[in-house]
């Protein structure tokens, strides 16, 4: 068979700058479902279970430098009755604001005793039936624990001037059968820099505020499990070292996705050897940004056939990975389409 000669030096280029091929990541929004899907007319309990773990003593602590120091300033303070009730306070608001459920009611902070314990098992289903038989609940959610460390830093030691790590675990209990329908674990950082964007000083919050404000991120980050929103993720995009791969990528990031289409469709064939796994792994990306999740599917197969012929292990991972992530998209628009119905 005679290939002609442009064939011919693509092919040769490919080979020979393989090595310089870069993965772009490419931020795109896309429509997520909540993972708990609560019946618009439910009435939810909120309370905090007030369990602490054994070896946990950060509540009376803030950090300087690393260094654990006694916060004597708030020493006469129940900052545990705080930042609970603060923090179910947060989530009320969110769930009602986004129209979670029809009726939200809050405990009181001393609604269960303290305790502290090696080991945090749900709770008794008796004692959930019972708290929403009386307050008329379809489901209990419980701040089953919850744990917060203030930290400053010097100059010296650190470009940022404090953070909080705040960790809790939250449990969904259904009302009616006294189960648990799941917990979730959760750790978050907030950080607060000495200098804005400018250049220009700024004043990191005291402990309190600091405090508060990353029981409010806190509870937002959990809030959002149970609603549907346009969220900004990361894809990959290959760029080989072609100019038109180039042009293409540049394309892609303008949102001319007609024209970046038209770049990887003339490198798709399989005459060109690995640049074909390129274009047929960017196409499929273009397939699901169209929503057209089946042909993206089937770009990947195409992708897959020239990653086996060449045994590239680089190829072969990069599929697996957005093989996961369609398969993600598949599940989350099938349960869009079952929240509409």
Known sequence: MKIRPYYLCAIFLASLFTSCTVYRDLPIEVLKPGEFDLPLDSRISLLYRNFNYYNDTLGNY??????????????????DSLISMKSLDYLSQFLQDHQVAREINIH??????????EHLAPLNGEIIRNIARNSEADFVISLETLSYLYSTYSPRIASQGCDVVIAGIWAIYNGQSGTIITHVPQVDTLYWNRFDEMGNRQQTPPRMVALEMAAEEFTDTFGQKFTTDWITTQRIVIVPPVEEFRQATEAAFSHDWDVAEGYWLRYSHERFGRLAFSARFNLALKCELSDDLNAARKRMDEAEEIAHRYRNRTDLELLKYYENILQERQDDMDKLILLEK
Do not use: M, Q, S
């Not at 803030?62 to 900052?79: G, T």
């Not at 009181?108 to 314990?117: D, L, Q, V």
């Open 108 to 117: 009181e902070y001393n609604y269960f005793p303290a305790i502290t314990g």
């Open 62 to 79: 803030l950090k300087k430098d690393h260094v654990p120091v006694i916060d004597i300033e708030h020493a006469d303070e129940n900052i």
